[in-house]
């Protein structure tokens, strides 16, 4: 997939859900308009490798037919081994260059928060995005900080890199965040857990828009 800039609604799957009911409702959001997906590392203890490799395969099919780049969420090893589109780090490992050479062209995205190291580490190692975490309160991201909004404009600042806000954002909430700079946003719940998953991810371009 050409690697273009990263931009828009970005969907979180969630691979602990029921497969076939959560593929279903992948298909539909990517019908809604979903940019950019990501496979969570939250498998169930019980799911082995063939269970993941097969699992991922058709999130891959789903992908493809809709020409959005799928990402693998931290395993980066797992995201090479199935030709995935890149990955998202939460933390970088700390044989990152090794790693970096095994992803060429292919997108890595990094979670920051309040700490503006970390942003301006994305920005010398030119990564794809960064994605700050959490700016609402949010059970899925109970580990990250409350990010203060001045965080945001400074990561503006000091880096050319998309800037994607996740954690907690919802469709009452996300008129909130119109002063603030940033590319796109990630979306777990928001949209995995509403009866017409391809109607939620409609409204949240409308409202991006």
Known sequence: MEMNKLAGLYLVIDPSQEQESLL???QAALKGGVDILQIWDHWPKDKGKEAKLEFIKRAKALAKDFQVPLLMNQDWELAVETGLDGVHFDQLP?????????????????????????????????LSYISFCSVFPSSSVDSCDIVQPESIKKAKEISNMPIFLSGGINQENLGQL??????GIAVISGILNEDDPEAAAKKYKEKLQ
């Open 24 to 26: 279903n409702k992948l």
């Open 94 to 126: 700390e044989n990152f260059q090794d790693v970096r050479v095994k992803l060429k062209g292919q997108y890595i995205g990094l979670t920051v928060t309040n700490n503006m190291e970390a942003v301006q580490m994305a920005e010398q190692n030119s």
């Open 178 to 183: 119109k002063a603030l700079p940033f590319n």
